[in-house]
């Protein structure tokens, strides 16, 4: 060592730094890369990260290998360094105090600057990086294999297993928060359509479906002549067909195939059955998602809705799932437009029969989903009684009042402004319901 100029023991110096920043830098690089973005250029055929996922695939040989590197290019720093300090001051202070330097520049050129660098810019490193780490694994094999080896057993006596991985899949949760954060990268529009989509398996039949008392159909023992006219004034494609009550559904008229019958006035009650296809029954409580894949399987577009009894509880269409993914699309007025009416004070005037998911939607509100399924139900479960028009209560943070009630049903609720809500707060509204007089 005594014979090497000092030129080129500061030039091995510098390049043992370097390798060290290298080692560092492409460490952070490999374990920070998106692994989703990885997968996506390893199936376009990326050269580079086929490389660095056979590499990750191993992940405690290619610690193993860089960890060994970047020890070995340190240590071999800090000899250079010793060496050279001695053939300028000899004794301890000296060396005290090139053993600091050196601790500085390996912490500001060889760790932090390289990892940040990585951190940021991962794709930067570590691909190039995975060219130079496959041979190098293949020649350091043997001593990899015996570090990784002692590596495995300390973690053995700690009660940790390298194969028990977690990987890196996401649940519909995690998945829904990286669509939210997508940000510009997705359109606002597309982004709210996937989040819709996984919210679909939350959602069952009983959400969207229209409930039996508005189930539009067409009664076999009526007069003729008032089911022509039920006819020619239906807005729906399809119909369900009954006699004496909607319990006994015979079966869904499609309004095409007797549209030219009755036109040419030859419509009656015997072609009027033989047009009818058979009913699909579905239970109440059929997820969302499943329901979808029936329809596709069975090449129909509506279900009507029974429970356990057998009764009917209302009907589900097609065009009722598609609605929750992509929005309303149909001509009609939209249900939730038709019942929520904004009034010029800042309240709002509610349908007791509208459903739970289009008030969230429409006022961008919380209201749970996982009990009654309108806003009449969500009332009467809370109050376990019929209210009187002029209640008021503090339903889940939002103040109601009762304005109008039918038989047995709430039909109308008026939403308080915020600023009378947190009167009503304050002066003790939130627990029972009071009459408003």
């Known amino acids: 060592m005594e014979n090497i100029p000092l030129s080129m023991l500061f030039g091995i110096l510098a390049g043992l730094i370097l390798l060290s920043a290298f080692f560092s830098g492409s460490e952070t690089a490999l374990m920070s890369i998106n692994r989703y973005r990885l997968r996506h250029k390893v199936r376009q055929g990326h050269r580079g990260a086929i490389l660095v996922n056979k590499l990750l695939a191993q992940p405690d040989r290619l610690i193993g290998l860089i960890l060994l590197g970047n020890n070995l290019a340190n240590i071999l720093a800090s000899m250079i360094t010793t060496i050279v300090t001695l053939r300028f001051y000899p004794g301890e202070g000296p060396l005290a105090i090139a053993a600091g330097i050196l601790t500085l ?33 293949r020649i350091g094999y043997p001593l990899v294999y015996v570090v990784n080896l002692l590596a495995n057993g300390v973690l053995k006596i700690l009660g940790l297993n390298k194969n028990k991985s977690s990987g890196f899949s996401l649940s519909r949760e995690e998945l829904s928060t990286v669509v939210k954060e997508a940000g510009a990268m997705i359109p606002k529009r597309h982004r709210s359509m996937l989040l819709n989509v996984l ?23 009526d007069d003729w002549e008032d089911i022509v006219d039920e006819l020619q004034r239906v807005k729906h494609t399809r119909i369900p067909v009954y006699r004496e009550s909607i319990d006994h559904v015979i079966g869904i008229l499609h309004i095409k195939h007797i549209i030219r019958l009755i036109a040419d006035d030859k419509l009656n009650k015997e072609l009027l059955t033989q047009a009818v296809t058979e009913p699909y029954f579905i239970p109440e409580g059929t997820p969302l998602t499943t329901q979808l894949l029936a329809f596709q399987r069975l090449k129909n577009r509506l279900a009507l809705v029974v429970d356990e009894y057998g009764d009917l509880l209302g009907l589900v269409t097609l065009e009722d799932i598609l609605e929750e993914i992509v929005g309303e699309f149909t001509t009609d ?51 376990e009684m019929i209210p009187e028009p002029g209640t008021s209560l503090i ?21 308080i402004p915020d600023s009378l809500a947190r009167v009503q707060k304050q002066s003790g509204l939130a627990g029972n319901p009071v009459n408003g007089g």
């Open 333 to 383: 007025v939209p249900t939730n437009v038709k019942e929520i009416h904004p009034q010029s004070d800042g309240s709002y005037l509610i349908d007791g029969g509208v459903h739970i998911r289009d008030i969230n939607r429409v006022l961008h509100w919380s209201l749970p989903t996982d009990g009654p399924k309108t806003l009449n139900g969500m009332i009467l479960e809370h109050m």
């Open 395 to 415: 339903l889940h943070g939002q103040a109601l009042e009762i304005t109008k009630t039918y038989k047995n049903a709430v039909k109308m609720v008026k939403v």
């Open 199 to 221: 919210q679909l398996e939350h959602a069952t039949v009983e959400d969207i479906m229209v409930p039996r008392n508005e189930v539009v159909g067409i009664d076999l023992d």
């Open 105 to 137: 520049v390996i912490l500001i050129f060889a760790e932090v600057a390289p990892k940040t660098l990585a951190a940021l810019q991962p794709e930067i490193l570590a691909y190039p990086a995975a060219y130079i780490y496959t041979p190098l694994l």
